[in-house]
């Protein structure tokens, strides 16, 4: 998925940004979440589509076409699959192990909102 025609990098530093970015994305949703960003979910919502617009312009400069929209789909997915796994987690440390479903689970529920990117 390397296309030297793009961008010369070697398959290890290939693979290394492609790992990395997984890691600073969630890291950066996860801050964004926690900021008073999410109590308007229009501006939340096109705070995230630029974002991921420019990455996904970023990575059409370093791999190939097809390289950058798996990229960006295993980002997205990434975002949606840890909403899941840590609000999940939030809510039975809460409830004590009880798993019990709650409406308002603190910035858990906030956050677990956004998991498909877009305002409800």
Same mark, same amino acid.
């Given at each position: 998925?390397?296309?030297?025609?793009? /961008?010369?990098?070697?398959?290890?530093?290939?693979?290394?940004?492609?790992?990395?970015?997984?890691?600073?994305?969630?890291?950066?949703? +996860?801050?964004?979440?926690?900021?008073?960003?999410?109590?308007?979910?229009?501006?939340?919502?096109?705070?995230?589509?630029?974002?991921?617009?420019?990455?996904?312009?970023?990575?059409?400069?370093?791999?190939? $076409?097809? /390289? $950058?929209?798996?990229?960006?789909?295993?980002?997205?997915?990434?975002?949606?699959?840890?909403?899941?796994?840590?609000?999940?987690?939030?809510?039975?440390?809460? +409830?004590?192990?009880?798993?019990? $479903?709650?409406?308002? /689970?603190?910035?858990? +529920?906030?956050?677990?909102?956004?998991?498909?990117?877009?305002?409800?």
């Amino acid at each position: 998925m390397i296309d030297p025609s793009v /961008a010369n990098l070697s398959p290890g530093l290939a693979i290394s940004i492609s790992v990395l970015s997984l890691a600073v994305v969630w890291l950066i949703y +996860d801050r964004l979440c926690k900021t008073a960003l999410v109590e308007n979910n229009a501006r939340f919502f096109w705070v995230m589509f630029i974002g991921l617009t420019l990455l996904a312009y970023l990575f059409t400069e370093l791999f190939s $076409a097809r /390289a $950058a929209y798996i990229q960006m789909g295993a980002i997205i997915g990434t975002l949606m699959v840890a909403n899941v796994f840590f609000v999940h987690h939030s809510i039975a440390t809460q +409830d004590g192990g009880r798993h019990e $479903a709650r409406r308002g /689970a603190g910035s858990g +529920d906030r956050q677990s909102r956004f998991s498909t990117l877009f305002p409800q």
